[in-house]
């Protein structure tokens, strides 16, 4: 059974750090493109970050450019977004996916409709 466990959220304040884990169970990393959104209340979700490991590609969205990275331990079978210089607005409730590479096509993306399973999502609030 493929499964995806968001965890590491919680209370912040601006400037400070909070690394969120994606455990996957199920399937390996290998076949799948990894993919965290974030859904502020009143918004649509959009994309963070993905990480290949079959190719070793990231990405990161201008939004989180510079302040979030992304990381896999393919031992553990976990990715890790680590966020840091939180704002305000990086409020929202994070989710990661899993997105086959057949789905993904030639490039990957964070185009949401590719993703196939996701997490249960982990909230984050960030403190003025």
């Known amino acids: 059974e493929v499964q995806l466990q968001a965890s590491g959220g919680g209370l912040a304040q601006t400037g400070g750090s909070l690394r969120l884990s994606c455990a996957a169970s199920?399937?390996?990393?290998?076949?799948?493109?990894i993919g965290w959104f974030r859904q502020a209340p009143g918004k649509e979700r959009e994309g963070v970050s993905y990480?290949?490991?079959?190719?070793?590609?990231?990405y990161i969205a201008d939004s989180v450019k510079r302040r979030f990275t992304i990381s896999s331990d393919n031992a553990k079978n976990t990715v890790y977004l680590q966020m840091n210089s939180l704002k305000p607005e990086d409020t929202a409730v994070y989710y990661c996916?899993?997105?086959?590479?057949?789905?993904?096509?030639?490039?990957?993306?964070?185009?949401?409709?590719?993703?196939?399973?996701w997490g249960q999502g982990t909230g984050v609030t960030v403190s003025s």
């Open positions: 996916a899993a997105g086959p590479y057949y789905r993904m096509g030639y490039r990957l993306s964070l185009d949401l409709h590719k993703y196939t399973f």
């Open positions: 990480i290949s490991s079959s190719d070793g590609s990231t």
């Open positions: 199920g399937f390996t990393l290998d076949d799948y493109a």
